[in-house]
């Protein structure tokens, strides 16, 4: 779970430039519609996230280790951003099947390297919340730190299932210069999840879940001269402290609802529909004077999400997917001493798509294909900065794919990626493209290990010539006898 909920729904809108959960389908071109794949499969675990199905969709053991490599490098981007950044992580995930249910843990180290950080102490200075912190350098951070985790789905009652999950995670961050910033970022969230299967063709369930997160930010000069920090309200205005030690805090809480249900009307047609409901809050603090912790700002992030999708089987050789979801995000936030209202921003995002998977009958070879469009509406109001924008703007997205089998324990993969976004909601471009090149091999030896590999390749520009380049590549390991 990401650290703001307003964060999950910005970085699926925008352009889904980071790994799925699995590197057959991104090697594939990320196509996730109608691919038949064990992690794509219609339940309440795959679709919904819903963990008590994990005992439904899980029946065998195995490990997977996960090592992998991504950098990013390019001028499109914000004031305060980094000029690019490298994550390394290391990812061991491991699924039991025990007497009365299916336990998953999981642990990740990450270390991020962000070069030519400007000025910006916090994490993430774009994430909707006009509160951050900055000093006058630009500097390089270091972002290290584990994520444990674990899933537990049982059978409460005969057909009644429940899952319960929990994450921890911190990280540590480091500025290279003055004012020599260091960051602890800290996040607790959970669910508990039930699920209940009346058939085969027919199952329901929901989930309600927590989010803690605190990031804390301390800086200290060098040589015990004063640190010269600005406390940004909004883009433009600042107010200015010098001390040799400074700290400031963000604390976010948050609750979310989900519902889920799963069911086949005829034979070969399989649906799914789900809601999600987020209230979260975030409160910006910083020791002054005699108290602990003085509330400079308080911000508050409500999202409603609607889904459904669909497989159709026409054909055994051939799958039929539809796709539609709509989003619904709102926020609000106030310098707290003054009550004083500085930012309204509401986000909606609905796309529709639909594609195929087919496998030919006398070549080895699975051909995978779709297209999404969408509109996003955004009407931010900026009052301390005397600013307003509305956006109303399509996006469209084309993902195609081949897997060729060249042995039974041996394929080749490829795929590719075109779209267009005429409003980036989290860098504020326009008429953005995109272009992503992904290729891949799976290496299979069925009764005792499973390799599969992948590289991508992404392009992106604006619509004044700014570009990122990505590159990510990564290995799953998968253990069937450990």
Do not use: C
Request: proline content about 2%; hydrophobic content about 35%; cysteine-free.
């Amino acid at each position: 779970m990401k650290k703001n909920y307003l964060i999950i729904t910005l970085f699926i809108i925008s352009f889904n430039l980071t790994f799925s959960q699995n590197e057959r389908i991104s090697a594939l071109g990320n196509t996730t519609i109608a691919l038949r794949d064990f992690d794509l499969d219609l339940n309440l675990y795959d679709f919904g996230k819903n963990v008590a199905f994990l005992f439904e969709d899980q029946k065998f053991d195995v490990l997977k280790i996960r090592p992998g490599i991504s950098s990013t490098k390019g001028d499109y981007r914000r004031f305060f951003d980094y000029e690019s950044s490298s994550i390394y992580s290391l990812n061991f995930d491991g699924i039991k099947i025990l007497k009365d249910g299916v336990f998953r843990g999981y642990v990740v180290y990450e270390v991020e390297l962000r070069k030519n950080v400007n000025r910006s102490l916090k994490r993430y200075p774009y994430t909707g919340i006009p509160f951050f912190i900055a000093d006058t350098t630009v500097g390089n951070f270091l972002y290290n730190g584990p994520k444990v985790g674990f899933q537990y789905s049982f059978e409460f009652m005969k057909n009644l299932l429940m899952g319960i999950e929990l994450n921890y995670q911190i990280v540590n961050g480091l500025k290279d210069v003055y004012s020599r910033a260091k960051s602890l970022y800290r996040n607790i969230d959970g669910n508990l999840s039930l699920a209940y299967k009346l058939s085969d063709a027919f199952s329901i369930g929901g989930k309600i879940s927590q989010l803690d997160n605190k990031e804390s930010i301390e800086a200290k000069s060098e040589d015990l001269f004063d640190a010269e920090i600005f406390n940004y309200r909004g883009d433009t205005y600042s107010f200015r402290r010098r001390s040799q030690s400074i700290d400031q805090t963000y604390r976010e809480k948050a609750t979310a609802y989900s519902i889920q249900t799963t069911f086949t009307p005829i034979n070969d047609l399989n649906i799914g529909l789900k809601s999600d409901y987020s209230l979260s809050n975030l409160k910006t603090q910083y020791p002054y004077g005699m108290l602990k912790e003085y509330e400079e700002g308080h911000s508050v992030f409500e999202n409603l999400s609607f889904a459904i999708k669909a497989h159709y089987l026409p054909f055994n050789n051939l799958q039929i997917g539809f796709e539609s979801e709509y989003e619904d995000n709102n926020s609000w936030s106030r310098i707290s001493e003054l009550a004083l209202m500085i930012w309204k921003w509401n986000l909606k995002n609905f796309k529709i798509g639909s594609g195929y998977s087919y496998r030919f009958k006398n070549l080895p070879l699975i051909s995978v294909s779709e297209f999404v469009i969408g509109k996003i509406i955004s009407d931010s109001s900026k009052y301390i900065d005397n600013k307003y924008v509305s956006h109303n703007r399509t996006y469209y997205l084309i993902k195609t794919g081949l897997e060729l089998e060249i042995s039974k324990q041996i394929f080749l993969r490829g795929g590719y990626q075109r779209g267009k976004f005429g409003f980036d909601p989290v860098r504020g471009g326009k008429n953005v493209e995109l272009n992503k090149i992904s290729g891949g091999v799976g290496l299979y030896s069925f009764k005792s290990f499973e390799l599969d590999f992948v590289i991508e390749y992404t392009f992106q520009k604006n619509e004044i010539g700014n570009s990122n380049k990505y590159i990510n590549s990564q290995m799953n390991l998968r253990l069937f006898n450990y």
